[in-house]
């Protein structure tokens, strides 16, 4: 998203992450307004915990694959986890770009952020509907010729239909050579019951969150090639080794999750 007047009176997708992690890094206004998501869907904690999870399994993936870049767009306050801890725990050398719009994001990664010794970290404060600009600020820490891993990890879903959010994905992917990847996740009600629906929609005046089928949001990645299971949900992509067994039920996360590679 666009880099914003830093206004506290209205609730930021970040900060609400954040108070729905369990983090301290959020205003009133984004407690208010998690609160309201929570009422209508009291599993929206779980799904943030899970995204999470999801995140590190299919970076840790990804690193284990060979990829030794990383554009992660939306990364969001930092929080135990982070892409560049788990890649570089694979390989020290690691390069990663953080992409966010948050004064709070941006601050926070500034102080937190702190590559491998042989590593790089960077950040940009940059807008997902602009990808051209990310691509050109983010080639000056990679290199565009040798793969990357793509992480567009609970974002997309702030990027409404009147924004071509196929357009936005099609000009990322086209940049990547071949054997790049993608990490992908999208809320959903698909599951939601309609009365639930109805007070999620209550809590999304301006229609900033736009969930989606999954059959809707794999179709953005056409011409990819998918990396088992393919489209799942966020609870269940490799989870074998998740230390918390029986996975919660799809229904209860209401979050797809997706990996692909481009040939």
Known sequence: MASETFDTTVAHPARRYNYWLGGKDNFAADRANGDAVEAAMPTIRLMA?????FLGRAARFLAQQGIRQFLDIGTGIPAPGNTHEVVQAVDPTAKIVYVDNDPIVLSHA??????????????????????????AAAAKTLDFSQPVGLLLVAVLHFIRDDEDPQGVVDTLLEALPS????????????????????????????????????????????????????????????????????????EDVSCFGYVARKP
Do not use: M
């Open 179 to 250: 054997g790049s990847y993608l990490v992908a996740t999208h809320a959903t009600w698909e599951f939601t019951p309609a009365e639930a629906v109805e007070k999620l929609q209550a809590a999304n005046p301006d229609g900033r969150f736009v969930p989606r089928d999954g059959s809707v949001f794999v179709r953005l990645f056409d011409g990819l090639e998918p990396v088992e299971p393919g489209l799942i949900s966020v609870a269940h992509w490799r989870s074998d080794d998740e230390a918390e067994q029986p996975r919660p039920l799809a």
């Open 110 to 135: 500034r102080a937190l952020l702190t590559s491998a010794a042989s590593g790089t970290v960077d950040y940009l404060d940059a807008d997902l509907r602009n990808p051209r600009a990310i691509l």
């Open 49 to 53: 915990v899970e995204n999470r999870r």
